[in-house]
């Protein structure tokens, strides 16, 4: 039984220690590479479409080029840093689309979804950094990994709080004022 196990333990991390290894420069430029190819062809194809939609597109195209290109630096060298850069890259991705996507609103509804893609990238980033100042891993950071927890309960209640301080906008008088009282309570704001 301890033989299985040691064995199962070895090949397991044979198979970790295959996938952290760096990649060469050259494998490196052959990635980015095609990532600007890939980004060009997903461009072109927008060039088809018009008005909202293709702004959209081209958003979800220069999302995913930046991301790639987050991705396979954090592959070529790989370190917290990087990996934080890539959360950055994905959360301001589904930022441009979400806002993008807000753009065939109007009124409240766009400001709520505006607010709504601003609450998500907030948070998105927040978890971000909170996950690198953890993946540290240094016996000096755990006051710091506090401030970052806190920094970013902090943010994340910000942002909510935004956003349903703009669905109470569509409202009037008693019932605006009721809204706004209770989003007050439910994020702790004076």
């Known amino acids: 039984m301890k033989l299985k196990l040691i064995m199962l333990t070895l090949a397991v991390s044979c ?3 295959g996938n952290a290894m760096a990649m060469s420069k050259e494998e490196y430029k052959s990635q980015k590479d095609r990532i600007e190819m890939e980004y060009k062809v997903s461009r072109d194809k927008c060039a088809s479409l018009s008005a909202n939609a293709k702004d959209i597109c081209q958003a979800e195209a220069k999302g995913t080029e930046k991301v790639a290109k987050a991705e396979l630096e954090a592959q070529y060298k790989p370190n917290p840093s990087h990996d934080k850069k890539v959360r950055d890259a994905k959360a301001d991705a589904a930022y441009d689309v979400a806002k993008e996507k807000c753009d065939d609103l109007a009124g409240n509804a766009k400001n709520v979804c505006v607010k709504e893609a601003q609450a998500a990238r907030t948070t998105a980033k927040a978890d971000a ?3 690198k100042v953890s993946a540290d891993a240094n016996k000096d950071k755990a006051a710091d990994m506090a401030g970052v927890q806190k920094d970013a309960a ?12 703009a669905r109470c906008d569509s409202l009037a008088g008693g019932a605006k004022d009721g809204c706004l009282n209770d989003a ?6 004076k």
Do not use: L, Q
């Open 129 to 131: 950094k909170v996950s």
């Open 15 to 17: 198979t970790f220690a």
């Open 184 to 189: 007050k309570a439910k994020f702790g704001m």
């Open 154 to 165: 902090v943010d994340k209640r910000d942002a909510n709080y935004e956003v349903a301080k």
